[in-house]
């Protein structure tokens, strides 16, 4: 039942991630419909895939740098719980956004990220999405070459995909990466298939791509083709729908108009433009009007009239500079912020899981860390091997000499331990209290466990202590405990440990007492003294106790 549940949420996922690449407006409406039934509760992997969706639909529509704080966040989570999908997306929304704001170097940095972190078993999709941010950012950065080579691999994912945008998108910017490098002929191949694709699949191209298709057309000479992709541009019922996309095609088609002298229409295109730009707050393009308005005054002799369009562009192309860089500006201290606040929140957990005095682990850690490392053997996972270890006559240390002298020796142990965890990758070394330390070895049989923790034992007591306690030496027991052969739960195997710790203390201290020995102490036991090793191990644990 619970796997059909999981099958459903993931069919589900995967519908509103698609839809985003077929209309981002009902993708949003259904994200955020499927996060308000998650109420207050933790939603996990999928509600934070759902929260990225969002912060990709809205990057486009509010300020940028809030839909960063977001993924950035979501980042961090993704990238603690290990959920690689969540942190692919989260690089292509990045990629994407630093693509926007002009900065390639991180977008790449980004785009890589998500390309890196996608599964091949990912939905092609999914995997032609990266391909399309990751070759966008390449041409950004003047990899032209290397974005071809993406953006080709994209289109082949999603060649038998007639229901989704996002081959019309990918050959848009194909084309327009082509036309920014003067590449005349790659660019017109690029947009003759994005339009054969629209008339086969009678879609109907949307505005931005009529605006990269009008500027290619101009280059190769076509303008009465460029004109009649642009003169939707005009319709106020199509133009405002897609106000910045339109105010980029009305440029276009000013450039048009002038170059062809029709001085009239040009007029009239900027008109419209400017009255859009202005409406929707559209700096970029209220800067690039002004521009064409000072173009026309010049070609109409109005040279007073076109100084004065000048120095109004040279105002408003300083103001959007400060603006972008404004942008960028918001968008980097917001992520830094975020890190650092991750960073800092990161900080204060390991201080939480540390014991101030030695530096080691502490109890909460090992019940944290044991456990996981316990579901990981009960899956199929390597045996595991735990040691108790107790300082022998501690409290004469104390006693005889003081507790501070007695706290340096517990931060001398402390750095034994850490030595000793070093040798066994993942290795854990922890204080549980007092005098009572443990060591956690992950993927070690008994064979090893017992001689490393032989070796430790023997180390404590070779240690030189006498700048530390004198004549007094230092010397610990350990019990050891084995994961499965002792129990797979960590409890079983905490009490296991402890009970060996007990017999190595009633049998003399500074030594390691483990499975083997306490069948041949049960053996011995029982040749005197005729009982089972059960109740061998009960009246241990009886006295523990």
């Known amino acids: 039942m619970v796997g059909t549940d999981q099958d459903a949420v993931g069919i589900r996922l995967a519908s509103v ?34 929260q990225v969706l969002i912060a990709g639909v809205r990057i486009h529509r509010a300020d940028p740098s809030k839909s960063a704080i977001d993924v950035q966040q979501i980042l961090g989570w993704a990238q603690q719980h290990g959920e690689v999908a969540l942190q692919s997306r989260c690089h292509d929304v990045l990629g994407s956004l630093f693509e926007m704001v002009g900065d390639p170097a991180s977008a790449l940095e980004h785009a890589v990220a998500a390309n890196d972190l996608l599964s091949d078993s990912e939905v092609p999709l999914m995997r032609a999405a990266a391909r399309k941010c990751l070759a966008d950012a390449l041409g950004s950065a003047g990899s032209l070459d290397e974005a071809r080579r993406r953006y080709d691999d994209a289109l082949r994912l999603v060649i038998d995909d007639p229901d989704t945008n996002i081959r019309y998108i990918i050959l848009n910017n194909l084309a327009f990466t082509e036309h920014l490098a003067h590449n005349n002929d790659e660019a017109l191949e690029a947009v003759e298939r994005l339009v054969g694709l629209s008339q086969l699949s009678d879609r109907q191209i949307g505005m ?15 303008l009465e083709e460029a004109e009649t992709m642009l003169l939707p541009a005009m319709n106020p019922v199509f133009g405002d729908a897609h106000p910045d996309s339109s105010a ?17 229409k040009a007029q009239t295109a900027i008109d419209r433009c400017r009255d859009l730009a202005h409406r929707n707050g559209l700096i970029r393009r209220t800067t690039e009007v002004a521009r064409e308005q000072a173009e026309v005054h010049a070609a109409n002799s109005d040279y007073r009239a076109a ?12 103001a959007l500079g400060a603006s972008e860089n404004e942008a960028r500006g918001r968008i980097l201290e917001a992520m830094f912020q975020t890190a650092e606040s991750r960073r800092e929140s990161e900080r204060y957990r390991e201080l939480a899981e540390r014991d101030p005095l030695t530096g080691l682990h502490n109890r909460r850690f090992v019940d944290e860390h044991l456990g996981a490392a316990l579901m990981a053997l009960r899956e199929g996972g390597l045996p595991l091997a735990i040691a108790m270890i107790d300082l022998d006559h501690f409290k004469r240390i104390n006693d005889t000499l003081s507790h501070e002298v007695g706290d340096e020796v517990l931060r001398a142990l402390g ?29 070690t049989d008994a064979e090893t466990a017992h001689a490393n923790f032989e070796g430790l034992c023997r180390t404590i ?21 084995l994961a499965p052969d002792d129990g797979i739960q960590s409890s079983d195997l905490m009490r296991a440990a402890d009970v060996r710790l007990y017999v190595a203390k009633r049998d003399g201290r500074n030594r390691v007492v483990h499975s083997a020995i306490i069948a041949r102490s049960a053996k011995d036991s029982a040749d005197e003294h005729p009982v089972s090793v059960g109740q061998f191990a009960e009246d241990a644990i009886g006295i523990v106790v």
């Open 17 to 50: 991630e698609r839809q985003f690449w077929v209309d981002r407006d009902v993708a949003l409406h259904l994200a955020e419909e499927w996060l308000a039934e998650f109420g207050d509760a933790d939603f996990g992997a999928t509600g934070r895939r759902l």
């Open 208 to 222: 931005s791509a009529r605006d990269t298709i009008a500027r290619v057309y101009m280059a190769a000479g076509r």
């Open 248 to 264: 980029a095609a009305l440029v276009a088609l000013t450039e048009l108009y002038r170059e062809q002298g029709r001085l009239g």
């Open 307 to 318: 100084f004065e369009a000048f120095r109004d562009y040279h105002e408003k192309y300083e």
């Open 415 to 443: 750095r034994i331990l850490i030595d000793a965890a070093k040798a066994v990758p993942d290795a854990i070394a922890a204080r549980l209290g007092g005098e009572e330390f443990l060591l956690i070895l992950p993927a």
């Open 461 to 481: 007591a070779e240690f030189d202590w006498t700048p530390i306690t004198g004549d007094l030496p230092v010397t610990a027991s350990i019990g050891v405990a």
